[in-house]
């Protein structure tokens, strides 16, 4: 009988190319305990792409499951998905993951950057590059990224089309897709290639990306963090202010600012003691000193947390500047995926909000582990109710450690302890 770990990995979501590590196709409806190549493993960190998942364990080993199609879970690449969290193989033991949409980063804890999936040239070092269906470019086994070599890297983002790096300089590096501003190098230097959240696919495959390069305007803010969301990016600094730019089109980057492209990083006014930022598609979640949590962008399937759901209330909505979630317990991490988020409290309670998974094309897919026949979208941060999860090791509890969301899943770090 396998050793039962201290920290293990639970998901909840759509089950579809195996998402989940749970088995192809097999979807759940609340949060589920992984076993199988993880049983045993002690998990330190999850990292949820837009249909794959990234686990990494205490000793470095990372572990990948979910939809393989451009390469992103550094696997074989004739294999269209992975069903079951099985691992990667890299040069060295791993810091951190950031799973993006079609493209995974692995920061070595040399700092140094890998980084497998959906690619551009310019990008990578030599060799390695397939082409997959419709001619893209796909890297199927991760390799170093081109233009950070020889640099300290201490934190990595990786958004739908374009990725971020910060130095332990405090030099931020961005590369991928760039038409909406999201590498923040400013209107000049940015392609204006619209229209990429909806057809994320292909936007990030193929050509037009831009190479490495630092956010110059960033200089000398003294960075400790960054953060990626399907088309905006932001950064913290060590005394709490939070810089954002990208895509805007509703005051998901800069609130109150005019609803274009931000191009350069801007300050938001707003914010002094940002501890996180978290980053959906069309809204920013961010955690404060003192566990508190404040949103913006739209409100668009209760994403926001305040009230303002449906497709017909994109508009109406929308938060005119960060607005701080009242009654929460004191949280010490934020997660967002497309349209829904999740936080940890400091009791090691998850609690979610905004998109349950329903839509015409999909019944509700569960990834915000309210159970079978509670499909809404949650208008307002609900608990996860219970300290059970399907699946556990018999007369085991949990407590949450961290939480990530993808397009349509949730993954949590779980600690694991004696139900007596």
């Known amino acids: 009988m396998s050793r039962v770990a201290k920290r293990v990995l639970l998901t909840c979501g759509a089950g579809d190319h195996g998402r989940l590590a749970l088995g192809h196709d097999l979807a759940a409806k609340v949060l589920t305990y992984v076993g199988g190549p993880l049983d045993g493993v002690e998990v330190q960190q999850v990292s949820c792409g837009a249909a794959h998942t990234v686990v990494l364990d205490t000793d470095g080993f990372v572990y990948a499951a979910g939809s393989n199609d451009c390469g ?12 079951a969290a099985e691992e ?9 993951v950031a799973a993006g949409g079609y493209r995974t980063l692995f920061l070595g804890k040399s700092g140094t950057v890998y980084t497998c999936g959906a690619s551009a ?10 082409k997959g269906a419709g ?13 950070l070599d020889g640099i300290d890297v201490a934190d990595v983002a990786c958004g739908n089309a374009h990725a971020v790096a910060l130095a332990r300089d405090g030099t931020v590096y961005t590369w991928g897709r760039g038409g909406e501003g999201q590498l923040g190098r400013g209107a000049a230097t940015a392609k204006r290639k619209r229209g990429f959240l909806r057809s994320t696919r292909e936007s990030f495959s193929g050509g037009g990306d831009d190479p490495v390069l630092p956010v110059e305007a960033l200089a000398g803010e003294d960075v400790a963090a960054v953060a990626a969301g399907w088309g905006h990016s932001g950064a913290v600094t060590r005394s709490g202010a939070a810089f954002l730019w990208g895509q805007n089109a509703h005051g998901q980057a800069v609130p109150g600012a005019p609803q274009v492209p931000v191009f350069s990083p801007t300050k938001v006014a707003e914010l002094n ?14 955690l404060l000193r003192g566990g508190h949590v404040c949103v913006w962008g739209t409100g668009i399937n209760g994403s926001l947390g305040t009230g303002k759901s449906g497709l017909a209330s994109a508009a109406a909505g929308r938060a005119k500047g960060p607005t701080v979630l009242p009654e929460l317990p004191s949280m010490m991490s934020v997660a967002s995926g497309w349209r829904h988020n999740a936080a940890v409290a400091q009791g090691g309670q998850v ?14 897919s569960g990834q915000l582990s309210q159970g079978e026949g509670k499909e809404e979208d949650c208008e307002w941060p609900m608990p996860v109710e219970g300290k059970s999860a399907a699946g556990l090791p018999e007369g085991m509890k949990w407590r949450a450690v961290a939480v990530s969301c993808g397009m ?10 004696s139900a007596k």
């Open 72 to 83: 992103q879970l550094g696997h074989s690449p004739h294999l269209p998905f992975v069903p």
């Open 273 to 286: 003691s940002t501890e996180q930022l978290a980053m959906g598609a069309l809204h920013t979640v961010a």
């Open 121 to 130: 040239k310019g990008v990578l070092g030599a060799g390695g590059l397939m």
């Open 88 to 96: 990667v193989l890299l040069p060295e033991p791993i810091d951190k």
């Open 135 to 147: 001619s893209r470019e796909l890297l199927a086994e991760p390799q170093q990224v081109r233009g």
């Open 351 to 364: 609690w979610v909000w905004g998109w349950s998974g329903w839509s015409e094309a999909f019944d509700g």
């Open 408 to 417: 349509q899943h949730t993954a949590v770090v779980a600690e694991l302890f």
